[in-house]
């Protein structure tokens, strides 16, 4: 990537569309419409580009068990744009507006994904995402108060990370429980990513153990902080959340600057668009002198990092 | 590492004690006494283990320029403990308090390390670190308000990242500018460290772009909290502060518990002990789950980690 100087600012206007709850009976055409008017808000605000949830169509269905079956009917698309997303797609188009969007894949061959993409200016898509990081477990758990099945209905993502070139700027994304995970926006920021979009759906309880249930904001936000700041980049987070049907998800949907600081943050557990003239030039503040990774880095010791999935004994 | 019951909980008296300034007049003997100060109270408060700062001897010479042989004479220690540092180790091994110290080592055949050792509670050392993320530069600024030199200095660590068992706890350390680094936790985490202790020196001013001073502070803060939560383990973060000889540094010394708050943290610029009963087992709570790195991580996704020392482009 080639080195800009620091002092010419670059902007973006770049938007996070936070959700409020989308509960089972609402129809995709009516979710589509809330995407579109929080499209039109955000690009009346000079937004350039717009940052929707994770599985932003449909209530996050890993909480309920069924078949596979029945949820890939229910819940999955089978394309994208498909009939219910074309509006959103015309919109932006129209507006010249480019946006990151989470939804349920389902591939020709009948694969289940936890899938996001990035969509330029023009309509088309840039890049795509399929989730690593799946968090839950794929039995049934009758005794817990909601299930997490993303280990049940999703395969772990083939793509990786990768960092796309879209409307003059460096984008990388992830899915939610990415989000926790350093490795995520590290193998972004090594392809030259500046900005890493993201949407979440998380649960207020931790169905595992008796977590204090202000530690899930406080862990979520110190993670999209600090990521930010190690890597140089920009990061846009949106929540879907509130009560969907009695299950209740955290919001704090945040732009967060490569200084590590929130500089735009949802007051609300509803839909809400926040928006900031991002400087781009920012970041390289970070990646030319503290972060400068070619200088800095070294990873000859980094090795464990990929040779062992699980902790292990100390090095000899 | 065996999987120890997350509800039995496992206590460790862990200690900071955070260090006002070093003068350039300072004698070693007197510095040596502040720590044994600082040992005593920590101990009466309960401390089983005393982190002191990187460097802790002396003033932070790298922002000096002078030849390597004479930064060796006035600065290095030629062994460890020597004899002005003996004293330290007789008064931990008398109170039964282990302590982790950082100072510049200088080896029988020349070669210079920022460096660290973990002291057990019977007076051995139990493990020896030299820094490996090296901030600063090797050559002469001399437009700059001080320098920063370690580059100059010191040569790039040799030990890498280790845990080490020390006193029935699982350890891990590092110095100063590694604390900004994930993949520093992270390789100590896949060897099961439980607690990462470390020492710093960080200058008020960047002499390399125009940083708001307090981003310093926040920066700090943000990357042990969020290394702490990733990794599930408890951080002790101690600070060289203050003044010296009108080079100011941050302080803000912390320990950051496995949820990534902070339980301790300093608020003077001074010599000052913070002190907490921290329960190892909290840990576990996140290492079992939201991250269980033996079911969740996807090394197979991280290998430009290791593949790519700088920034490139993205992958095809």
Redesign the interface.
């Known amino acids: ?1 080639t080195s800009r100087p ?1 002092t010419s600012p670059r902007f973006l206007g770049l938007a996070v569309a936070q959700m409020g709850p989308v509960h089972l009976s609402d129809s995709r055409e009516s979710v589509v419409a809330r995407l579109v008017d929080m499209l039109r808000q955000a690009h009346s605000r000079g937004a350039e580009f717009v940052t929707f949830p994770e599985l932003a169509l449909t209530t996050f269905f890993p909480r309920y068990w069924m078949s596979e079956e029945e949820a890939h009917e229910r819940f999955f698309e089978r394309s994208m744009p498909g009939p219910a997303t074309q509006p959103l797609f015309d919109e932006a188009r129209r507006l010249g507006v480019g946006f990151y969007l989470g939804y349920a894949e389902l591939t020709e061959d009948g694969r289940g994904f936890n899938s996001a993409v990035i969509v330029g200016r023009d309509g088309s898509i840039a890049g795509r995402y399929r989730k ?4 839950g477990h794929s039995e049934h758990k009758p005794e817990a108060p909601f299930q997490h099945l993303e280990k049940k209905f999703f395969e ?2 083939d793509l ?6 879209t409307d003059g700027v ?1 984008m990388g994304m992830c899915l939610c ?1 990415d989000r ?4 995520t926006y ?2 972004m ?4 990513a500046e900005v890493v979009v993201l949407g979440y759906n998380t649960p207020s309880l ?1 169905i ?2 008796n ?2 249930v202000h ?1 899930r904001t ?2 979520h936000l ?2 999209l ?3 930010a ?2 890597n140089g980049i920009w990061v846009a987070a949106a929540a879907k959340c509130g009560s969907e049907d009695g299950h209740h998800m955290i919001g704090s949907s945040v732009i967060v600057a490569p ?3 929130i500089v735009a943050r949802t007051v609300s557990e509803e839909d809400e668009v926040i928006c900031v003239r991002a400087d781009l030039a920012l970041g390289a ?1 970070f ?13 000859e ?15 000899p």
Chains 1, 2 share one sequence.
């Open positions: 990537m620091a690593i990081h799946l968090p772990v993502g990786g990370f990768r960092a796309f070139d460096r429980n926790r995970w350093p490795e590290r193998v920021a090594l392809q030259g931790n595992h153990w977590e204090p530690l406080t862990t110190i993670s902080q600090a990521n700041y190690q200084s590590g600081e503040h990646r030319e002198h503290v972060f400068n990774f070619a200088k800095h880095r070294r990873p010791h980094y090795r464990l990092i990929v040779e062992r999935t699980g902790a292990g004994d100390p090095l």
